[in-house]
């Protein structure tokens, strides 16, 4: 909206929402850039990008109050064993690159390190039985965790007072460190289980958005994709367009993220936003061993790479 | 008893009986009352404290309905029906947040006046009682005489038949006092509106009324009633007649003996 | 006054209100066929309830234990400041700003700070609740304060009473219709406190368990949570009206209510 | 001027003045006002309504400081101020939330009684007033003739050496009034305290007092000094004594020339 | 009563403690060496205020823009419905259950609906203001109209006053201060609530901004943010102040404060 391309078509543009998962950051890039490049108006939508609540977007989505929204695959997997209709129509990030964190000096550089150590996180099952699986690779006893949960505290306000170690996102946490100098120990998921490497974060829509309107599912998809793509070619400048369309945000941080997850997004994937059917039945399987889902998910339903374009 | 029998009152109280409570706590406060205000009659009661005369001005009123009896206001039963009478109440009652002009104006207006026609009427009055220079005051600066006497300005000029005034008097100075019964009088015998006053003063009730009744101690009945004999208009000297000081002890008398008969739990 | 009447007069009205609107709601999620994540009809958050009942009575039991420290300590923490700035000449106008001030620092700006001071215990939460409990007690309590009957301020002080004995036996019975209509504000928001309060770290309660049902999608469950949160919330309301029943004992019986 | 010039007065008001207000708005309301009350001597002081008797209670009572002048209490300068007075007011001013007994026995204990004299010495006198029923009532329920003999034995009972009664009896009726006048004469001629009275009732402050200072409109200055001529202890059929219509008179006319001379403002 | 004198003896108390408290503030910020990220000293605050300056103010205006109609549609609210209630006999008994019930139907539950019934605009948000604003007026004002002094009451029955003419002339003037204590409270929380509105998704304003800042860590500019927070609730509680001031004109002079 802030540059409209006078190369785009100059017809009506259907104009759709895009709900976010949390506040502005590098995983949404792609949509800004897409947005503000003109990509979204060159395959006729207009395209709102709207900050969530508290709820995130999820069921914003499902029930039709916005047709897209950035969700992840632990939501979505939970989100449809509660039968609602969500479907996930792109991984932004081929791997998961979240871990467990903790500064230097704890000396946590291995999952059997835990033991003995607090860790700070939101209270949810999935938490405990995420450690339990890394640390059983070790051979360590997750009962040995002292688990504290803080709520919307930070992780730099968490690990000054009671906490050992929590669970971050590298891509904004991690590099924020580096870029005050604090050096941390990085336990990622990847590292210690395959089941582990679910997607996150995604691009949801309806089912009902499927069935009904595929032809704009498809330019939602490609609009984004070109987008990713950009920021993937032009961390720099993708930074800048995201500075642009929220100056409020930390620039620094999001030049620096940035930087670092440009060749993240679609990493050793065929093109951006390429799903696989293992990484979703991996993942839910693994939820439903320890407890966390009452059923089992229709993995095929759950993901479609139906809409994204075509590599030339 | 009543002088006006072929005219129809402007008040009558027909055999009332009150109680407060149930069970018990069951306390009876008028017992049998029976009396009348003819049109352009001054009718006074005497009675000791809480013989019930508040309690009986608010059943005429309409604030609460008489247990048993009626109450007519021109032959009309206006049992529990508001908005008949003019009203002086024992503590001035002034809204703190109005102004002396304010308060009496809001009064005409509920009365029914206009809202000029109240403005004019209440600064007219207010110059001839003295107060002109506080009608813009709020009764908080004034001291209690003032207050009751704007209280007293405000059921004068409200035009419903019947004033009730529930001892006006009582919170004025004595020479005030004198000054405004004087003053009410020649108003009244001017006008001729009817008037049921409630006093703990016999010499009051002696100057102003036609009528006087004396009732007893709750459970109340009409003790007596007593028809003043001085004509009319009445010189403002009166108390310096010498069968004035007869009649006012005979007057007390009656309370005086009817108290002893009494139950004399609040009274030595 | 007949003690054992009033309780069945002033419970239907509401009750049959209640009633009225959980029909309704009922009604209009059948008929518009609303999602079950989105709004889940009163039925079947019943059901949910009862299915997680035990669950939901540990949660409930955790909320309470943490709502009940947090409406008394702020209550008598916002008694305390405002009897403190009543009796100290010229502390209305100075502390009274910072009152409005302490409503407005936002738990995302405090809440780092007492988690970095206090830790993770107990405390920090409750300090939120106080926070949120003692402003309506306070500022009833000193507009009460600052309210007295000047006949009745005028007759103590001439019997020469002493500043504290006028606190006690005149301003402060004076006050208690004030107070208890902000004790009622702060009992109304007691328990909606503790939930947000829960929400910044807390691994039981109502707030916890809302938190995770509505990220696993179960909004029948959430929905239970918010139907304890308000059966708590009247329990709490009609507990200081009780209170205040039996505190005003002196006060005519109105007509009509 | 002074009965008792050798004995230290209890009260000494001497060369008081009192205005409100700043500029243009300023109001002297009591100007050079100097008047005492022996030991055990029963003053009653008479002037029209807003003369400012209510203001120099207050001074007395150290609520508010004079302008000008010293107030004195057993000799001792006592300007500004507090506790060295009873004090029943205007309006009965009881507690609402207190029992009848409760108020009593709090201003008892403001006085320094302890608890259980306080109990004891009010349970005792409520009886004797003929209120003993009404302990345990709250003050809402009783009528405002019964208020204000609750107002008034908390003044009595307390021992501070002076009372101030501002219009004491003015709420109560003609018969209970007279009454209480006398068990307060009987009383107190067997206890002579000092006592300050306010009255609007000339014969209220004959029957009472040893001397009435009638003061003058406001700007208030003492415009007579009476000497009550009647010996102890009086008869309280007073008022049927020929000669006593004459003193009441009497003090009538020097209040009624101050009027006229007056600026007349509030008064007819 | 002096009206030029009053401002500056109401004005410098608080002022006063206010500048003490941030001098201590900076002082222990100092001394403690206290890490910038959690705790900033108030001048690196401003310093970082007035560096982002223009964008503030842009931001604080969308929060007034958002607070203004939302204070004031809540106070309408809470008037009309205390006066409702007041009126319709047997509804305060029925209704004022479903007032506390109100208070407690947390933001995770209410925002999604709001959202799906109202859309993503500016209704929502005002919506919740309106919730948490309505609730003290009602609540005080209700209080007060239950409180009139029977004397004035009896001799308005007397005369046969109208129950209308008894609400506007006698009941409402007598409850004004009560409302004005709830329109205190209200004006206190009316700004937090609109930041808090603007969590539940929105573009622009000081909630917004506090969000970005909190996750991209700047501490310095979420504080910043609170300093304006707290300013514009001063300034409402202030605004609500001058206008009782107003209103009651009546009141005698107090001696003491
Ligand atoms: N609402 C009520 N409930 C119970 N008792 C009442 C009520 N109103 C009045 N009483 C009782 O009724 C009696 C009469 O009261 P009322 O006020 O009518 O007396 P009164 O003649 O006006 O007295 P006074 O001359 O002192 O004004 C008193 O004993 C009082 O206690
Ligand atoms: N605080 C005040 N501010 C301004 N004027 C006042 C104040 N208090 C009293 N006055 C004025 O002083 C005058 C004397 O008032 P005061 O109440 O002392 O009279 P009073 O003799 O007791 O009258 P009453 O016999 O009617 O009780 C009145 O004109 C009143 O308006
Ligand atoms: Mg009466
Ligand atoms: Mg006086």
Known sequence: EEQQPDSGTEQALTKVKVVLDWTPNTNHTGLYVARDKGFFAEHGLDVEIIQPGQDGADKMVASGAAEFGVSYQESITMARIADVPLV?????????????????????????KFEGKTYGGWGAPVEEAVIASLMQEKG?????????????????TAVQRDIDFAWIYYAWTGIEAELRGEKLNMIYLTDYSDKLDYYTPVLATSEKMI?????????????????????????????????KAEPDLNADLVRASQKWLADKYQDDAPRWGEQKLEVWTNYADWMYEHGLLEGKLEAEKAFTNDFLPDKE | ?????????????????????????????????????????????????????TTLFQMIGGLTLPDEGDILIGGKRINGQRGNVSYMPQQASLLPWRTVAGNVELALQIAGASRKEAAELTSEWLGKIGLASYGDAYPG?????????VSFLRALLSPQRLMLLDEPFGALDALTRLSMQRWLLSIWEANRRSVLLVTHSIEEALLLSDRIIVLSQSPAVVLDEFVVPYGRPRSDKLWTDPEFNRYKERVYNVLQESLSKGTGDSHV | MGNNRIPWRKIWPPAAVLAALLAAWQIAVSAFGTAEYILPSPLSIAEEGINVGPRLLEHTLATVGLMLPGFAGGAAAGFLLAALIHFIPGARSGLYPLLVLSQNVPVIALGPLLTLWLGYGVLPKLILIWLVCFFPVSVALLSGLNDTDPKLRNYMEMIGTSRWTMFWRLELPHAIAHLFSGLKIAASYSVLTAVVAEWIGSEKGLGHFMMLSSSGFQTARVFAAVFLIVILSLAMFGLVVLAERICVRWKPDRKGE
Request: proline share 4%.
């Open chain 1, 88 to 112: 996930s129509v792109a991984a932004v990030i081929q791997h998961n690159t979240s871990g467990f964190a903790s500064p230097v000096a704890k000396g946590i550089d291995s999952p059997e």
């Open chain 2, 1 to 53: 008893m009543d002088g006006n029998a072929v005219d129809i009152p402007v008040l009558t109280v027909r055999n009332v009986r009150k109680s407060f409570g149930k069970g018990a706590a069951k306390k009876d406060v008028i017992a049998d009352l029976s009396l009348t205000v003819g049109e352009g009659e001054f009718v006074s009661i005497v009675g000791p404290s809480g013989s019930g005369k």
């Open chain 2, 141 to 149: 600066v004034l001291s209690g005489g003032m207050q009751q006497r």
């Open chain 1, 211 to 243: 069935a009904d309107k595929p032809e704009i599912v498809k330019a939602f998809v490609a609009g984004a994709s070109e987008g990713y793509e950009y920021a993937i070619e032009h961390p720099d400048d993708a930074a800048e367009v995201l500075i």
């Open chain 1, 140 to 156: 360590a006893d997750v009962g040995k965790v002292n688990m504290l949960s803080i709520g919307d505290t930070d992780f730099f």
